[in-house]
């Protein structure tokens, strides 16, 4: 199994914003992580289009941008045209989840799923053809910095489980929490891509501290 590292720009410094995207590039970093937040799906306010236009002029990685946001609908459109890669929604966050996936397939993006701590699977499993990649919140998005949910491993291990069962592809990653310390077992539960705010923008070094985080999963104990 592969390991993905999607640094997430929400603990970067914004104001060396691409010495920062190439720093992490250097150390392997596959994905960058963008975390849009509108102040009423989650309390913070966040990045928009602008930011994912200017991560396209500096950066040729993936850009897998996470909307925390009400009606993510209304950004399919404008965050395809911005550069935008991987479009991951909230499914309490819309009604027609099943259209809006869709959707953004069509607009040549992957379609990601998130799962809260508190959503069940039931969501995914009434879409799971429909998605390119799972999300697990490994904390209860709004805020870097949070320490990772141990409920989150076995919620990995059940996505996973319901990923092979019905045949499908899509990308397992888990946000929220990652260190060099609980990337491991959230590897060995079946995730394939993760998010590091903290433990990579918030290091001296986070070139090395992407390595870092890889190295731990794939060192053998
Ligand atoms: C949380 C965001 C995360 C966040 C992760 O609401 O979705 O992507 O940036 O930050 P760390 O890695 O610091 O927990
Ligand atoms: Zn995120």
């Not at 209304?74 to 996936?101: D, K, M, N, W």
């Not at 869709?102 to 998130?114: D, N, V």
Request: aromatic share 6%.
């Amino acid at each position: 199994m592969s390991v993905r590292i999607a640094p997430s720009i929400l603990s970067a410094d914004l104001d060396r914003l691409a010495e920062q995207v190439a720093q992490v590039v250097e150390g392997g970093a596959e994905w960058l992580h963008v975390d849009v937040m509108d102040g009423r799906f989650v309390p913070n306010l966040t990045f928009g289009a602008p930011i994912i236009r200017a991560l396209r002029r500096v950066c040729e990685r993936p850009l897998d941008v996470h909307l925390m946001v009400e009606q993510p609908e209304h950004y399919i459109a404008e965050f395809a045209e911005a550069g935008a890669s991987v479009f991951t929604l909230h499914p309490e966050a819309t009604t027609h989840v099943q259209r809006h996936l869709a959707s953004i397939r069509e607009h040549g993006m992957q379609a990601g799923l998130a799962l809260n701590p508190g959503t069940p699977l039931a969501f995914l499993e009434e879409v799971v053809d429909d998605v390119d990649l799972v999300l697990v919140m490994s904390v209860n998005p709004g805020y870097g910095g949070q320490r990772y949910l141990a409920s989150a491993t076995e919620k990995i291990r059940r996505v996973r489980a319901l990923l092979d069962a019905r045949g499908s592809a899509a990308a397992l990653e888990v946000d929220g929490g990652i260190t060099s310390e609980t990337i491991r077992q959230a590897w060995e539960a079946g995730a394939d891509t993760f998010v590091a705010g903290t433990a990579v923008f918030g290091q001296p070094h986070p070139a090395d501290a992407v390595r870092a985080l890889k190295k731990a999963c794939l060192i053998r104990t």
